[in-house]
């Protein structure tokens, strides 16, 4: 298996709900990124998690809480979002945070209402 | 402070013409070098990468691209594009020493022309 999956591919959320994002791999990668994507821009870091651990938060809104049950999966809690979240929300992962990232998994289009 | 910069917003060429993307970084200290390429409505994939060694790179999809020290450029280049290659290419460094991730171009997003 060498691909990150995501799910779901797309979402729609109310300013008041609770939903999540879910990543995973079964490369042994043991670091895992999220990135947020605008239309026509790079990807932006947000969070890194290497051996389950999490490593680098980019200053992102606590609105946004990222968890890491197992080594394969990387989950991210999105509640009270903001309309300006709305986004391609990209996971990756790598081998170990010290060395490039190879894949990214296809993405969740984030709506926000 | 380290930047990525390529050159071009959007880059139209017919089908079957080669084609040359190009990105300039400015670092102080080594880098590694990378093009990934974000077809439309889908996640990012990497075409080619530099770490050490040759400074001509081939990557996926008969891509390839040149390492220039002297000028700190990386210029994706292709002989022949067809319209499938239509998509958004990044360039991207990542400094050698550090932990820390990919410092990203604004993007070329490369038209192809029937």
């Known amino acids: 298996d060498t691909e990150v999956t995501q799910t779901p591919k797309h979402l729609v959320m109310g300013m008041t709900n609770k939903k999540s994002l879910k990543c995973e791999q079964h490369?042994?990668?043991?670091?895992m990124y999220w990135y947020k994507q605008k239309a026509k821009k790079p990807p932006e870091l947000m969070f890194v998690y290497s051996y389950e651990k999490l490593s680098i938060n980019e200053s992102v809104p606590s609105r946004f809480s990222p968890e890491c049950p197992n080594s394969s999966l990387l989950n991210l809690h999105l509640h009270a979002l903001q309309p300006e979240d709305s986004a391609l929300y990209l996971c990756?992962?790598?081998?170990?945070?010290?060395?490039?990232?190879?894949?990214f998994g296809p993405g969740t289009r984030l709506t926000v209402l | 402070a380290q930047s990525v910069t390529q050159l071009d917003s959007q880059v139209p060429v017919f089908e079957e013409a080669p084609v040359e993307l190009r990105c300039n970084y400015s670092s102080s200290v080594s880098v590694y070098l990378f093009w990934y390429v974000q077809y439309p409505n889908q996640g990012l994939q990497l075409l080619l990468k530099?770490?050490?060694?040759s400074t001509l790179v081939k990557g996926i999809n008969g891509f390839e691209a040149e390492f220039n020290k002297s000028q700190t450029s990386f210029h994706l280049r292709k002989p022949s594009v067809h319209i499938s290659d239509t998509a958004e290419y990044f360039c991207a460094v990542k400094l050698r020493d550090s932990n820390y991730q990919l410092i990203w171009g604004a993007g070329t997003k490369l038209i192809i022309k029937p």
């Open positions: 490369m042994g990668h043991r670091a």
């Open positions: 990756a992962s790598s081998q170990d945070k010290g060395l490039p990232i190879g894949l």
């Open positions: 530099y770490l050490s060694g």
